[in-house]
């Protein structure tokens, strides 16, 4: 009898799962053993979620996640010979992991929960099956299965179809699966960003309609996924889904506050685009750049959680500084210290670790200080319509000394900031910057910045004056540290004579 033709579907899906068992090469006998260890004991168990995924858009999965119709004494008791180690930390929730040479696993009972949706913590409940598992997974492109250890493919909620569509639905109602947990949301945007997918109108609207239930999350959990969003390759996707739904009024306020209506006169750019536009650009710049007559520029490596931070931040504080002027003008007028105070309060509610709050808020502080000097041969009212002067030695000393380790950042973040369409502003502005950038590696070159020191320290300033260490000394040290960068090395006699000098002009002190 012969057999029934080959469909086109057929031969293309089949191809597909081969592809996709390809990329899996590497893990496969790890997941043969495993497969035999738990079907040879009488368990059902496969391979599910973002690895089976990951296979099928030929990307490798670093996790391994297994799901299985054993309880977890018995994958614990399955696991221990066989793996070098096991850990029980989430054995409330059905999982225990294991560890067998450098290949991590982790292997979960199936689950049927209940939410009370007061919390985003079920009630936790050991399903039956592997559909009834998989229905309770976040997206269709998650709920897919392959049966271990002969590979067989489960796809109950049509997953293939919407990674075909590279498309986001969830295996339930999304107003059902966003009700019982509120962080699949802010995952939605995060695999937007990270993959390239849209999400399905229904999605879309839950989102909207479900927004504020956001507030649920902790903090810590809406920083996890926000980071992984602004890492990911294409983060202005995840951004506007957030800002679109209304999310973003939630967890990051301020980004949807940057969308200032503009005044019939258009006297200022669209801020919330620009800053999308100036984060694109900056992380374009990530890694290997090039500078006219520099040899060797200082790279920032990519992905750079402080500089995306910084590009997508830099303006926030623009809403609030915003005046009409007479004549027909807008003006910002210290938006960056502004906007240096809301990021940190933001990214401190955001659980933002000390130092990425402290150097997101510096460089939003210094965002605009290159604008404040002119060029060799290019006043900056060419440039930024700021002071008609040419840069001074003393000038870019300062620049160098306030930005610290975070100048590679601010080099990238200054040319990022420029989103003109006018073409000779453009140019203008990056040969003034290279130009700046120049002159930066010779300084330093000669005059070792990066440590720069007064030429006299906090015992010799005690000696010359005749006092003791305290607020005096203090004042003293920094007058000395600006006339350092004022003349640049002076020597120590140039030193004492202006340290005098300046004592001279002080007021008696007790």
């Known amino acids: 009898m012969p057999k029934p033709p080959v469909s086109d579907e057929q031969v293309s899906f089949g191809a597909l799962q081969r592809r996709a068992v390809g ?102 409940s050991f399903g039956e099956s ?172 990519g992905p750079d959680l402080v500089l995306r931070l910084a590009a997508l931040l830099h303006d926030i504080g623009k809403p609030a500084t915003r005046r009409f002027e007479k004549g027909g003008g807008v003006s910002f007028h210290h938006h960056e210290m502004v906007g240096a105070k809301l990021v940190r309060k933001r990214l401190r509610a955001l659980r933002f670790d000390k130092d990425t709050v402290k150097q997101v808020a510096r460089l939003t502080e210094l965002h605009l200080r290159f604008h404040g000097y002119g060029g060799p041969g290019v006043p900056s009212r060419d440039v930024a319509g700021a002071v008609d002067s040419p840069w001074t030695d003393s000038a870019v000393r300062r620049y160098i000394t306030d930005a610290g380790p975070l100048l590679p950042r601010l080099h990238l973040l200054t040319r990022s900031d420029c989103t003109t369409r006018n073409r000779r502003k453009a140019a203008a502005l990056a040969a003034a910057y290279d130009s700046l950038e120049v002159r930066i590696a010779a300084l330093r070159e000669q005059e070792e910045l990066d440590a720069v020191r007064p030429e006299l320290d906090g015992n010799q300033i005690a000696q010359v004056l005749g006092i003791k260490p305290g607020p005096v000394l203090g004042r003293a040290y920094k007058h000395l540290l600006a006339f350092r960068l004022d003349n640049g090395p002076v020597g120590e006699d140039a030193a004492r004579e202006e340290l005098l000098r300046w004592w001279a002009d002080q007021p008696e002190v007790e």
């Open 23 to 124: 990329h899996l090469a590497p893990v496969l006998p790890l997941l043969h053993s495993l497969g035999d260890l738990f079907t040879n004991a009488g368990h059902e168990v496969s391979l599910v979620g973002g690895p089976v995924r990951d296979a099928f858009l030929g990307r490798r999965s670093h996790d391994l996640d297994l799901t299985t119709s054993a309880r977890p004494d018995q994958i614990e008791a399955l696991l221990k010979p066989w793996a070098d180690t096991t850990w029980d930390i989430g054995r409330d929730f059905g999982t225990i992991g294991a560890r067998r040479g450098d290949d991590i696993v982790e292997v979960t009972t199936y689950r049927a929960d209940a939410y009370d949706r007061q919390t985003r913590k079920p009630v936790v």
């Open 130 to 301: 592997l559909t009834e598992d998989l229905v309770r997974r976040d997206f269709t492109v998650n709920a897919m299965a392959l049966r271990l250890p002969d590979l067989q493919f489960v796809d109950p909620y049509d997953g293939m179809a919407a990674l075909a569509a590279r498309t986001l639905m969830t295996p339930s109602a999304p107003e059902v699966s966003f009700g019982d947990d509120p962080l699949r949301m802010m995952r939605a945007a995060r695999f937007a960003a990270q993959l390239g997918f849209t999400v399905d109108p229904r999605v879309r609207a839950a989102m909207t309609d479900l927004a504020g239930s956001i507030e649920m999350i902790s903090a810590e959990r809406v920083h996890d996924e926000l980071v992984k969003l602004l890492l990911a390759p294409d983060p202005r996707a995840g951004l506007a889904l957030l800002v679109d739904t209304g999310i973003a009024d939630f967890v990051l306020p301020e980004l949807p506050a940057l969308r200032l209506e503009i005044d019939e006169h258009h006297r200022h750019k669209d801020v919330y685009e620009h800053s999308l536009t100036v984060l694109e650009q900056a992380m374009a710049l990530e890694g290997q750049r090039t500078v006219p007559g520099l040899e060797h520029p200082e790279l920032v490596p």
